[in-house]
């Protein structure tokens, strides 16, 4: 993983637990909050929108969501034009999002895995590179 990123970070209140504990995780990353900041009821795309707008414009290099299924965080990620969010819960499902994908927004699914489990998907999320060749073909035809 590369020193020095930049990671925009969100949840709902299922997420909340998840996201303060994947906040201390890393040293080598600078992580930007966008919510929610208590275990209280929250709604999702509130902090899902501000992530995908931080990738947007490229004041994030990645984003992370967490709600408690992750679909919600990332069907409100995709409505952006140039997010690809992916639900990943585990590292097998995070190598493709990547690299076949080129994914810039992991959404996990906090009521459904582990930390150690979302921390090894983060890694290998924001290590893995996308592939480029036919994968760029695939993935061009995604924006509407």
Not at 48 to 62: C, I, K, Q, R, Y
Not at 89 to 118: F, G, I, Q, Y
Request: with cysteine.
């Amino acid at each position: 993983m590369k020193n020095g990123l930049k990671i925009a970070i969100g949840a709902d209140h299922a997420g909340f637990d998840f996201k303060q504990a994947i906040l201390g995780m890393f040293d080598n990353i600078t992580f930007n909050d966008f919510g929610t900041y208590s275990a209280e009821s929250a709604d999702y795309p509130d902090f899902a929108h501000l992530v995908a707008n931080a990738v947007e414009s490229g004041e994030a290099d990645f984003g992370i969501l967490i709600c408690g299924s992750a679909n919600g965080v990332a069907m409100t990620a995709n409505k952006h034009q140039h997010i690809r969010a992916a639900i990943c819960w585990k590292r097998d499902l995070a190598v493709p999002a990547r690299t076949h994908n080129n994914a810039n927004v992991l959404c996990l699914p906090a009521r459904h895995m582990s930390l150690d489990e979302a921390k090894a998907t983060i890694e290998t999320f924001l290590t893995e590179e996308f592939e480029g060749g036919r994968h760029a073909r695939r993935v061009d035809k995604i924006s509407c």
